[in-house]
């Protein structure tokens, strides 16, 4: 996406300036994934039990977390500080001023409220996010929990980050979402402060648009056709599946729109201090849509899943499959 000169509107608050875009060069294509997404984060949203606090949807798969387990060795090995949550605590406890931390695409603002409950002296906390409802939903939720909070409604994609501002920048499952990643960066870079440090948390690397590379795709296939029907039930569908699903998410959204993109400019802007990647074939096969199908009271289900993420680990680290996920820390 191109900055267009017509119709900005500019938003302020400490540190950061940004500008809200109204059009763009192709306005058909934009203006509509702009709207899809606000309107599938506002359902999500609409969707939680009401008096909660707000939080990104994010089902808990018992299976998915026995398999994160095993993996847990691989990840701290290359990845000491993977807690991230600790690690901000610790951050803010190494200095004697308050800690200021941006977030973008920050969402419902609910692992930044939850952050901000631990570290003493309070940090102050901005969130960008393109959705005013999941900003709302973030300023009752701090508001009722006594965390100062600045809230920012505006695309990412245009911001601009005041320079050397921020300690601590955040995108939590956000840069997969951002069309202009090279901008995004810049900003971000020149945002750090000289203790600065950009947190990458559960971002997706993989193939563009959530679609599977061939070789993965082959492997995938393999281990998904000798899986009983009870365990290729799709929870989505509603269907037992004979193959793995495999199409471009980002049609009609951001989502993954230019993943493939991400550890490159990463590494090419940045300095890791820790980073780790992983998972090539697990988030398929036992999160969300087959994940549930899966009893962990049954030996047979616990050997499968065991089975599945070992191959993952083995695959990742020998280079033989490409992985999805990235969690690091960068200067």
């Known amino acids: ?21 109204g059009a763009t060069h192709d306005p058909v294509s934009y203006d509509e994934r702009v709207r899809n997404e606000q309107a599938h984060y506002s359902s999500l949203l609409a969707a939680q039990p009401p008096g909660t606090e707000p939080k990104r949807p994010q089902p808990r798969v ?35 001023e308050p800690t200021r931390m941006l977030s973008l695409g920050a969402g419902a603002g609910d692992w930044e409220l ?18 005013e409802e999941l900003m709302r939903s973030a300023r009752v939720a701090a508001e009722t929990r006594g965390i100062t909070l600045s809230t920012v409604v505006a695309d990412v994609n245009s911001i601009r980050i005041t320079p050397h501002h921020y300690d601590l920048i955040v995108c939590r499952s956000s840069l997969h979402h951002f069309v202009e990643l090279e901008h995004v960066l ?51 569908t509603k269907q037992v599946d004979e193959v ?46 087959y994940g549930p199908n899966y009893d962990l009271d049954l030996e047979m289900d616990r050997a499968v899943a065991a089975l599945i993420t070992e191959m993952d680990i083995q695959m990742v680290t020998n280079g033989v499959l490409r992985p999805t996920c990235l969690f690091g820390i960068f200067k």
């Open 1 to 21: 996406m191109v900055d267009s000169p017509e119709r900005f509107s500019s938003c302020e608050t400490d540190g950061l300036k940004c500008r809200v875009l």
């Open 62 to 96: 018992s299976v998915f977390e026995f398999a994160m387990q095993r993996y847990s060795a691989y990840i701290r090995s290359k990845m000491p500080h993977a807690t991230l949550e600790s690690h901000v605590v610790d951050f803010t406890d190494r200095s004697a």
């Open 114 to 131: 939850a952050v901000a409950r631990r570290t003493s002296p309070p940090m102050e906390i901005t969130l960008v996010d393109l959705n």
């Open 186 to 236: 810049t900003q971000i870079r020149k945002g750090l402060s000289s203790r600065g440090e950009f947190l990458v948390i559960g971002e997706v690397i993989g193939r563009n648009g959530l679609m599977l590379y061939p070789e993965t795709e082959a492997v995938a296939q393999g281990i998904f056709s000798s899986l009983p029907p009870r365990l290729r039930f799709n929870h989505y």
């Open 244 to 289: 793995v699903p495999n199409f471009d998410h980002s049609k009609g959204s951001f989502e993954a729109i230019r993943s493939e993109d991400i550890l490159p400019l990463l590494m090419e802007r940045f300095t890791p201090v820790e980073h780790v990647t992983f998972d090539a074939f697990l988030s398929l096969l036992l999160d969300w849509r």
